[in-house]
């Protein structure tokens, strides 16, 4: 039965979603319904269509109490909203339904676990968050809270552990029809774990291992964890907290890292063979993946830094969206993201350039627009001289750009958009140690109207980034300090031709 609080929820995302006329929103990637969005849930398969729940707060463009927002789609680009799904209505979640997972059970109905978030009063007076793990069970459209809630609790957790941080399941169902589960705690040393959980049925869990230990290495608290097989690699992903920078690798604040390693289901020990960061931009965050119905393995974070949410006013009707859906391999010993193939249906009205010799600022007929695919190729014009910078500019008009520069003989590639038209002291840049290979740098760049994502050398490193330029700055230019040899390829974006139209 729906609750009050989830009717209210629905009632008024429905009457909201309307203020927010199509053009003021991202064009292929899932932004809020209305209100504010954070971290994807309960991205999955169910029913012939894609899910994807997200942290929700539809009353005001800013952080509140955690509600599920609820979306579907047939190829990840386009979305339906549906009503909300979860509502923080219950004592065990009345101050927040935070992050977690879904599922398809055995009978065919779709089992949502998230975390329950609730205050309790201590005997000085004070109070502290409690979190627990709890489940909800339903059709793809209207879920009902499991009446055994919360299913893990303090009696769960390993010696040391804290019950106010854990927190964001992620389930799945494993080979044998059984159900596997990554918590991520909190140890007594400060740091972040990863707790690993079992189920023969999906409603009764058993604690199995700490499957893996920060032991201080990566920020504090591990955040939303998923765990997968890739490529005959285990995939450990999970955000840390209050990380401090590795050179270029790590920086600091919230960051995405990556474990690839060995994983024994039967002792539920993870062992790390290699780590990196899953997205070396400013705006990337908790990410979650899905498995398709053709095997791919498909991931989506939140585009958005906990440190740089006041770079839009919450006085907007909307604030946070999805990152563009990336297929995952591992190739040498690495995690490599590709955008998601269907984006290449997308693709209209073919600008090619070969051979253009950039030695200072130009500007090509053709390639402009908020909503493109660019593929650049950029080698040294001189071969006996080393370029000192490249840089793309776009977003672009008299006054604002967001730019894209690479400087070879420090291998350096940054993203920078304090020219973007924020007011705000907000992290503007982010830079990144890249590869040149055979003396060629190869980077993929999509905009979509607010973020852009670069794809470097074919997905062995990613620079996320939103972007609330006006939309009329829509101008694409290009920089030499020396002489730069560059191969350009640009495409139009539309979902369909009424696109066209804008």
Known sequence: MTSQTLREARKYEEACEKRIKK??????????????????????????RYHMFYQYYPYESKWGPMHWGHAVSEDLLRWDYLPAALAPDELYDMDGCFSGSAVELSDGRQLLMYTGVSRERLRQGEHREVQTQCLAIGDGIDYEKYAQNPVLDANDLPKGGSVADFRDPKMWKRADGTYGCVIGNRAADGSGQILYYTSEDGF???????????????????????????DGTWVLLTSPQDMLPEGFEYHNGNGTLCLLGEFDEKTGFFRETHNQSVDY???FYAPQTVLTPDGRRVMIGWMQNWDSCGIRSPKEKWFGQMSLPRELSIKGGRLFQAPIRELEKMRRDKVEYTGVTVADTIWLDGIKGRKLDMELTIRPGNPKELYQKFAVRFAQNERYYTALSFRPRESILKIDRKFAGSRRASIHQRRSLVRMVENELKLRIILDRFSVEVFVNDGEQVLSAT???????DGVSFFADGVVNMDVVKYELRLDEADALE
């Open 23 to 48: 053009e003021e929103r991202p064009a292929f990637h899932l932004s809020t319904r209305t209100g504010w969005m954070n971290d994807p849930n309960g991205f999955s398969w169910y029913q012939g």
């Open 204 to 230: 009764h869990w058993n604690f199995k291992s700490i499957l893996a230990s920060n032991f201080n290495r990566f920020g504090k608290m591990w955040e939303c964890p998923d765990l997968f097989e890739l």
């Open 281 to 283: 931009g400013i705006d």
């Open 467 to 473: 972007i609330y330029t006006q939309q009329e700055a």
